[in-house]
């Protein structure tokens, strides 16, 4: 095997090399990483993510892989996985979160514990970390809401803390995106009924289920809404459902979702995007402007 990059040479049994992101993002799309990084500890997050910084190489944060296409040619630099990081610390209405704790899981314990705040967020794939990074949400709640404290790592690898007020919580959108995010401080509401917040998470769940393909290889909404839109109903009105690029195909249910129904390619997502964007924008004037990140470049 090739041997590692000077500053990763220290953390080999947490690095792969090439391995292929496809593997790692619900689209199941997407080229190789140059290097791939799997801490086990917060400490070996910290110190990887300095070393690499200390040498100026490209570091990116993939969690759960949602909200996500990775290019065909894949990705420079170091990616680093949060998979293992997925503790939590309950103190009264407080909980302390790694960045790599599914975010499902999270809102059926806050519900078991009578917590209310996160209830709204069940259906949204992915963990908290990402969630946290795009506050991620929908017509029920956004994350950005109950954040109390983000801990994380700057481009100079330095530890900083941002309260709420200065992560910049908009609509899926953050402050936060280019930072290693290593741990979340979440105030939640004591004192519910833990029946009648797993009855919610019962009803939204069902609700998503029977308008969104959850089951499906996609990456959630592939546009945000305009403001007083819905880009699912103007991507509809457009005629695209289950219109097909390749293997890549808007559902059936709920226009604003693009799947991959067979080996589709970075290439046909793109592709896709730009001709409903193109042919919403003659219709409408209304530009649509894509939800999910695009890596290595983003989106021309």
């Given at each position: ?18 391995e292929?992101?496809a ?42 892989g ?16 949060t ?16 960045p ?15 917590l ?24 029920h ?7 109390e ?31 290693c ?54 991507i ?6 289950m ?38 924008q ?19």
């Amino acid at each position: 095997m090739t041997a590692l990059a000077e500053p990763l040479a220290p953390f080999a049994e947490i690095v792969r090399r090439g391995e292929p992101l496809a593997r790692h993002t619900t689209l199941r799309i997407g080229g190789p990483a140059e290097y791939f990084v799997v801490p086990r500890s917060r400490e070996q997050l910290v110190a990887a993510w300095r070393a690499c910084r200390a040498e100026g190489m490209p570091v990116r944060m993939l969690g759960g892989g949602s909200n996500l296409l990775v290019d065909d040619d894949g990705v420079p630099g170091a990616v680093f996985h949060t998979a293992l990081l997925k503790g939590a610390v309950w103190d009264g209405a407080r909980v302390r979160v790694e960045p790599g704790f599914g975010l499902e899981r999270l809102c059926r314990e806050a519900a078991e514990r009578g917590l209310a705040g996160m209830e709204g967020l069940v259906g949204i794939p992915g963990t908290l970390g990402g969630a946290i990074s795009g506050n991620a949400g929908g017509r029920h709640a956004e994350i950005g809401s109950v954040v109390e404290e983000v801990e994380v790592l700057d481009l100079d690898g330095g530890e900083r803390r941002f309260p709420r007020a200065d992560c910049g919580f908009e609509y899926r959108r953050t402050k936060l995106a280019p930072f290693c995010i290593a741990a979340i401080v979440l105030r939640l509401r004591p004192g519910a009924d833990p029946a009648a917040l797993k009855e919610t998470i019962r009803r939204i769940h069902e609700e998503k289920a029977s308008t969104q393909p959850l089951a499906a290889h996609s990456a959630g909404c592939l546009f945000k809404n305009p403001p007083g839109q819905s880009a699912g109903r103007l991507i509809d009105e457009a005629g695209f459902k289950m219109q097909r690029v390749g293997g890549a195909m808007i559902s059936d249910r709920h226009a604003n979702f693009v799947l991959n129904v067979k080996q589709a390619t970075g290439a046909d997502v793109s592709a896709l995007a730009r001709q409903i964007q193109n042919k919403v924008q003659r219709r409408t004037g209304i530009l649509l402007e894509p939800e999910i990140r695009r890596w290595p470049g983003g989106w021309a």
